[in-house]
């Protein structure tokens, strides 16, 4: 006779005759006084006692089935939905579809596509041709969504950063061939500063180390005025400077762009998921929030809105799920997640390390996106994404 393991102490153990049910650790309470007791206290009776000495061993009553006879009487039984493939498809809260995907480009001014080391799988694609080539595959599978991030040379960069509204200039120029080929294809434009700046910052920088804000949002009303221009369907304020939603809003209302609309980085944190896109040792906290601040992100957000934004984005996704489910109660407009190349790096990596799955934790990492009220994704993994999407619904 073994006693089976540790029942509380004012439950007497019970002798069973040990038997062959050896493990696994029940979770299942073999008392049938106690679950009349929980059915009473509405107490889930499925809930057994920890096992907290690795040396017991669970042995049963004669058999198994005297462990669970009578059977337990719950009132409910998750389980119950989750049955069949059926039903688990019917009761899926949320879905995501390659319409809510938005894919990021690197873009610059050479023909070939230079592969990003941090990033494995992604380029900076060559102007035409390999650009071209990955938004018709990304068509193909349903994302007809991209967001252009264009790689400046040095040599057009100022302290003024003036290169951002050339309307002549790599975006621009790219918007206006993209457009040409396929007019349906909706492009989202970054108006931000620092791919220009010489300093690498967001904002233009006095000669004592201040950035200068209200200056700063003054080239950023040109640069969203040219991009419109050139036929990009949303631009995106993405730097954090104060104010730069209702300039731009004006800006593009002013010279005609009322359809044109504004999707903004609200919740941009200083964080260092996106670290390589910093020059080393450069830091930006007095611009974007610090990833310890939820109340901030709020106050960020509704600032942006009551200036008109049209779609509020939170940067970095994945560690901000919290943050995309307050903006998603706390605001009626659309909210955007942007996964980071820190995040599409550290999935990346771990699958080709064997680690993870990557598939699988991608596509996770996605839908738990959704699941936070995302209703639109910034991901680099856009198109591999909506590959297997398509796949899933032929
Ligand atoms: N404006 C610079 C830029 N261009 C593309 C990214 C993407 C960041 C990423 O995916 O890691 C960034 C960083 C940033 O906005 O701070």
Same mark, same amino acid.
């Given at each position: 006779?073994?006693?089976?393991?540790? %029942? *509380?102490? =004012?439950?007497?153990?019970?002798? +069973?005759?040990?038997?062959?049910? !050896?493990?696994?650790?029940? &979770?299942?309470? /073999?008392?049938?006084?106690?679950?009349?007791?929980?059915?009473?206290?509405?107490?889930?009776?499925?809930?057994?006692w920890?096992?907290?000495?690795?040396?017991?061993?669970?042995?049963?009553?004669?058999?198994?089935?005297?462990?669970?006879?009578?059977?337990?009487?719950?009132?409910?039984?998750?389980?119950?939905?989750?049955?069949?493939?059926?039903?688990?498809?019917?009761?899926?809260?949320?879905?995501? %579809? *390659?319409a =809510?995907?938005i894919?990021?480009? +690197?873009?610059?001014?050479?023909? !070939?596509?230079?592969?990003? &080391?941090?990033? /494995?799988?992604?380029?900076?694609?060559?102007?035409?041709?390999?650009?071209?080539?990955?938004?018709?595959?990304?068509?193909?599978?349903?994302?007809?969504?991209?967001?252009?991030?264009?790689?400046?040379?040095?040599?057009?960069?100022?302290?003024t950063g003036?290169?951002?509204?050339?309307?002549?200039?790599?975006?621009?120029?790219?918007?206006?061939?993209?457009?040409?080929?396929?007019?349906?294809?909706?492009?989202?434009?970054?108006?931000?500063?620092?791919?220009?700046?010489?300093?690498?910052?967001?904002?233009?920088?006095?000669?004592?180390?201040?950035?200068?804000?209200?200056?700063?949002?003054?080239?950023?009303?040109?640069?969203?005025?040219?991009?419109?221009?050139?036929?990009?369907?949303?631009?995106?304020t993405?730097?954090?400077?104060?104010?730069?939603?209702?300039?731009?809003?004006?800006?593009?209302?002013?010279?005609?762009?009322?359809?044109?609309?504004?999707?903004?980085?609200?919740?941009?944190?200083?964080?260092?998921?996106?670290?390589?896109?910093?020059?080393?040792?450069?830091?930006?906290?007095?611009?974007?929030?610090?990833?310890?601040?939820?109340?901030?992100?709020?106050?960020?957000?509704?600032?942006?809105?009551?200036?008109?934004?049209?779609?509020?984005?939170?940067?970095?996704?994945?560690?901000?799920?919290?943050?995309?489910?307050?903006?998603?109660?706390?605001?009626?407009?659309?909210?955007?997640?942007?996964?980071?190349?820190?995040?599409?790096?550290?999935?990346?990596?771990?699958?080709?390390?064997n680690?993870?799955?990557?598939?699988?934790?991608?596509?996770?990492?996605l839908?738990?996106?959704?699941?936070?009220?995302?209703?639109?994704?910034?991901?680099?993994?856009?198109?591999?994404?909506?590959?297997?999407?398509?796949?899933?619904?032929?």
């Amino acid at each position: 006779m073994l006693s089976v393991f540790g %029942s *509380p102490s =004012n439950i007497p153990a019970m002798k +069973f005759e040990q038997k062959s049910y !050896v493990g696994p650790k029940l &979770r299942i309470n /073999p008392f049938p006084s106690t679950q009349v007791a929980c059915q009473l206290q509405k107490i889930d009776p499925a809930i057994i006692w920890p096992v907290h000495d690795p040396e017991v061993t669970i042995v049963s009553p004669k058999s198994v089935e005297h462990v669970i006879d009578p059977p337990l009487l719950l009132s409910r039984r998750a389980r119950r939905n989750r049955k069949s493939p059926t039903q688990r498809a019917a009761f899926q809260e949320t879905n995501i %579809s *390659p319409a =809510n995907l938005i894919y990021p480009l +690197f873009v610059h001014e050479g023909e !070939v596509d230079i592969p990003i &080391r941090a990033m /494995p799988g992604r380029y900076m694609l060559g102007w035409r041709h390999g650009l071209l080539e990955e938004v018709a595959r990304a068509r193909d599978v349903g994302v007809n969504s991209i967001k252009l991030y264009p790689k400046v040379p040095d040599s057009l960069k100022s302290p003024t950063g003036e290169e951002a509204f050339n309307d002549n200039g790599l975006v621009p120029r790219t918007v206006r061939l993209l457009k040409d080929r396929y007019p349906d294809l909706v492009i989202y434009t970054d108006v931000n500063f620092d791919e220009y700046s010489s300093s690498g910052h967001g904002g233009i920088v006095s000669e004592n180390g201040v950035i200068l804000n209200d200056e700063t949002i003054h080239q950023l009303r040109k640069q969203a005025v040219s991009q419109a221009r050139a036929g990009a369907d949303v631009v995106c304020t993405s730097e954090m400077l104060d104010g730069r939603v209702g300039a731009v809003r004006a800006a593009l209302d002013v010279e005609n762009f009322q359809h044109v609309s504004i999707m903004s980085y609200s919740v941009k944190y200083t964080s260092s998921l996106y670290g390589r896109f910093r020059k080393v040792g450069m830091d930006k906290k007095t611009y974007q929030i610090n990833p310890a601040n939820s109340r901030e992100a709020l106050m960020e957000a509704r600032e942006d809105e009551n200036e008109g934004a049209d779609i509020l984005v939170v940067k970095p996704a994945l560690p901000s799920l919290d943050i995309i489910r307050l903006l998603k109660d706390q605001t009626l407009l659309p909210i955007g997640a942007c996964q980071v190349s820190g995040e599409y790096s550290m999935i990346k990596a771990a699958g080709l390390l064997n680690m993870i799955d990557e598939e699988k934790v991608m596509m996770e990492s996605l839908i738990c996106l959704r699941r936070a009220g995302a209703d639109l994704i910034l991901t680099y993994f856009a198109l591999q994404a909506a590959t297997i999407l398509c796949g899933e619904n032929k």
